[in-house]
């Protein structure tokens, strides 16, 4: 009986030393990842790096900058919903450089949702940030602006509506779409 116990204790003692080798091994990769995920970012290779920002956060939740960089990269491939998720999970993280871009982007991934008054309130938080760059407070300054002028046009009665076409329209980016005739 004590041998068999003994044989578990073993294995289990192997499993965990496997664990922390394999951590170690990776952890160390991870400078390496994050060459290779920045190299393709700065190529505008953003779904490849997608892949590498997405390991790195995987292992290094902490790393802030991989974190932003891959809510970036979901927003340049038109990801909209996993950049917003992103960015707003960067923002709530408090004490980090990034807070800030990551709650301008967010605000404005609302706005181009046409959520306007979600979005003022963001713009307006984001210009009371005492460590915002001070770039980012004058943009936000203006997106308030538009946001504002939204709002008030969205209650202005135009005397028509707009109405999309089944045939024409998709949930895609469509551009310079035609109806075909036959």
Known sequence: MFQARSSDMRKVIVSVLSLLLAFSVFSQSIPRLLKIADDL??????????????????????????????????????????????FLTLSNTLNHEFRARSLYNY???????????????????????????????????????????????????RGFSIQTLSDVNSDFHDFGAIVNPS
């Open 41 to 86: 970012y700065q190529s505008d290779r953003y779904l490849e790096a997608i892949e590498f920002y997405d390991k790195i956060v995987g292992v290094d939740k902490e790393n802030q900058f991989a974190r932003f960089r891959l809510a970036s990269c979901y927003h340049r491939t038109l990801q909209y919903e996993k950049a917003k998720s992103s």
């Open 107 to 157: 605000a404005n991934l609302l706005k181009q949702e046409s959520r306007f008054k979600e979005a003022d309130s963001i713009y307006y938080f984001l210009i009371s940030i005492p460590d915002a760059e001070p770039s980012l407070i004058e943009l936000s300054r203006k997106q308030r602006e538009g946001c504002q002028l939204a709002l008030r046009q969205e209650k202005a009665d």
